[in-house]
């Protein structure tokens, strides 16, 4: 997400036309008026490619009226984003969702997709939704979810909470972070936090023994935190490092509810080599349930 004036970003969003799809563009047009972004609003769909089996199939012929009605609502979104001061173009792309979104995104050479965590399918909150979860994993550029449920409201963003376990993904995301934050104004914050915790067939140990190995943790932790933040600091740009002992979605979800942030960005697999084709389980549980939207970054040749 460079953010240079000779330069201008795409941002892909997808809509459905769900709720949670109108959240995701009204995050984006936010976003994208802070950046000069301009977008790509997207809605895929294909006659093979219903989002769900409960969905009744229609005759053919009925599609061509189906797509008809699908662009007028694209440019009536379009129209507000437009309103709003953004300048945006329409996608109608016959395609399954996932794929479609995806190739707009490459054409386009996006620096950020956008998409609700679940779309019209009905996906319960606790699980991710398969379009999202599917862009997440497979995305080559940062993916912004957003869900409305969550209550909170498009607005500038200011800080942003990035749970770092120190490894590659984790600092792409911290990067990605500072450049959302590069824009001109004050009280822009990153807030980094390592959560860490004690294995369970540790507890039989002697209490002192115990104590001195989550105290050698802590400051092991801190220290590698201070360092992180110091190479993000910047004019305009105030950087926080925070330890805690705990569960991680725990402390990560707990953490971002304290200090407000609007936003959390973090990796899609840790420390841990899980592969591209599963979500780390850190990453789902936020991104399915933070109070805020949720960036995720990956590396590029992870697989």
């Known amino acids: 997400?460079?953010?240079?004036?000779?330069?201008?970003?795409?941002?892909?969003?997808?809509?459905?036309?769900?709720?949670?799809?109108a959240c995701a563009v009204g995050w984006a047009t936010e976003i994208a008026r802070q950046h000069g972004a301009r977008v790509a609003l997207v809605h895929a769909f294909a006659a093979d490619a219903l989002p769900a089996p409960e969905f009744v199939p229609l005759p053919p012929q009925y599609y061509e009226q189906?797509?008809?009605?699908?662009?007028?609502?694209?440019?009536?979104?379009?129209?507000?984003?437009?309103?709003?001061?953004?300048?945006?173009?329409?996608e109608l792309v016959l395609s399954h969702p996932v794929l479609g979104?995806?190739?707009?995104?490459?054409?386009?050479?996006?620096?950020?997709?956008?998409?609700?965590?679940?779309?019209r399918t009905g996906w319960k909150r606790a699980l991710l939704g398969s379009t999202a979860g599917r862009l997440v994993r497979d995305a080559t550029c940062p993916v912004l979810t957003v869900h409305c449920q969550d209550g909170s409201r498009p607005r500038p963003l200011r800080t942003i909470l990035v749970p770092t376990d120190f490894s590659e993904d984790a600092a792409l995301a911290a990067d990605a972070a500072a450049r959302l934050l590069c824009v001109p104004g004050d009280g822009h914050k990153l807030v980094?936090?390592?959560?860490?915790?004690?294995?369970?067939?540790?507890?039989?140990?002697?209490?002192?023994?115990?104590?001195?190995?989550?105290?050698?943790?802590?400051?092991?932790?801190?220290?590698?935190?201070?360092?992180?933040?110091?190479s993000l600091r910047r004019p305009g740009l105030a950087v926080e490092a925070v330890a805690r002992e705990g569960y991680p979605p725990d402390i990560v979800l707990e953490h971002a509810a304290a200090i407000g942030a609007d936003l959390i960005a973090m990796?899609?697999?840790?420390?841990?080599?899980?592969?591209?084709?599963?979500?780390?389980?850190?990453?789902?549980?936020?991104?399915?349930?933070?109070?805020?939207?949720?960036?995720?970054?990956?590396?590029?040749h992870a697989a």
């Open 192 to 230: 980094l936090l390592h959560a860490y915790r004690v294995p369970l067939e540790a507890m039989h140990l002697p209490a002192s023994v115990l104590m001195d190995a989550i105290r050698k943790t802590s400051q092991e932790a801190q220290a590698s935190l201070d360092d992180l933040a110091a």
């Open 101 to 119: 979104v995806l190739d707009v995104a490459r054409r386009h050479g996006a620096t950020l997709i956008v998409a609700g965590t679940r779309g």
């Open 267 to 300: 990796g899609t697999h840790g420390r841990s080599g899980i592969g591209r084709a599963v979500l780390g389980s850190t990453a789902e549980r936020v991104v399915a349930t933070a109070t805020c939207p949720v960036l995720t970054v990956r590396r590029a």
């Open 1 to 21: 997400m460079e953010h240079a004036a000779s330069v201008k970003q795409t941002f892909v969003v997808a809509t459905d036309f769900s709720a949670d799809a």
């Open 66 to 90: 189906i797509h008809g009605e699908a662009m007028q609502r694209l440019e009536a979104e379009a129209a507000g984003l437009r309103a709003a001061g953004v300048d945006v173009q329409c």
